[in-house]
């Protein structure tokens, strides 16, 4: 009869213990479509915008793979394809779709610089990815940790006061550095901001928050974390000709991703907790 209390108390606390982990993130992993195992080709650019016109899935494949706009999408004579183009685009970009290690964050974006790609996660779970162009090479993106602070529908580049920016989510205040809507002519092309295709630029313009500040010299509340890793290899090939070769050529690892972010996790953790008690607070 002891020995019976002991097990049931054992399993209570085996119960709770995980009712305790599910609940740190309260949601499911994503579910994607995967295609079957797939090379890369180089194909005649013409030809295969003309037979794929009316297919908006494989059209968002491709520039992912090439890194490009529609309009720059165009000026290539031959473009990189996947061989198979039934999975969704998460597949073919080189981010984990799942970190544990990132369970207890909330939000997270992540940029790599070495494959010109960005990533999101929630609770670990990759929930969107697409390409990017970040800085040249006599502009280069700041890496590091960063958080995004104020954002704007349209507003003016620091740079150039005729270039407009739209969904711009500013990560960087005094360099002027965000995320936005801009060319992504297949290479490292901005002037230290990170390019984004309008889509995505949407998405992570709803997706992160912003600051909150006490006054204009003080920040309460930081925004979403954001981590700009790697470098670019502005004198070789571009990366993701590698694939051709390999697939999983530039594919990062849940570990490589731990690694990018273990340095800054008691940072990241800690100005969660401060918005989650702000945000307490405020429903109070």
Known sequence: MKNSVILIVCLLIACTSCKQKTSIS???????????????????????????AANPTANDIVLLSNRVDVQNLQKLD???????????????????????????????IFFSYATQTFAAYENGYLVYAGPTSMGRRKDQTPTGLFFTNWKAEKTTSTFNDEWDLKWNFNIENKLGVGFHEYELPGYPASHSCLR???KDAKYLYKFADQWVLANKNEVKVKGTPVIVF??????????????????KALNYSKGDIEDQTSSYLQKILDAQQTRSDYEASKAN
């Open 78 to 108: 031959s473009i990189l394809v996947p061989t198979d183009l039934t999975g969704d685009l998460v597949y073919y970009q080189p981010f984990p779709l799942d970190v544990p290690y990132l369970r207890e964050v909330n939000k997270i």
């Open 26 to 52: 309260g949601r499911k992993a994503p579910v994607w479509r995967q295609p079957s195992n797939y090379s890369y080709k180089l194909q005649n650019r013409k030809q295969w915008v003309e037979a794929n």
């Open 230 to 247: 790697g470098s670019y290899p502005f004198d070789g090939p571009k990366p993701w000709l590698q694939l051709l070769d390999n697939t």
């Open 196 to 198: 984004l295709l309008a």
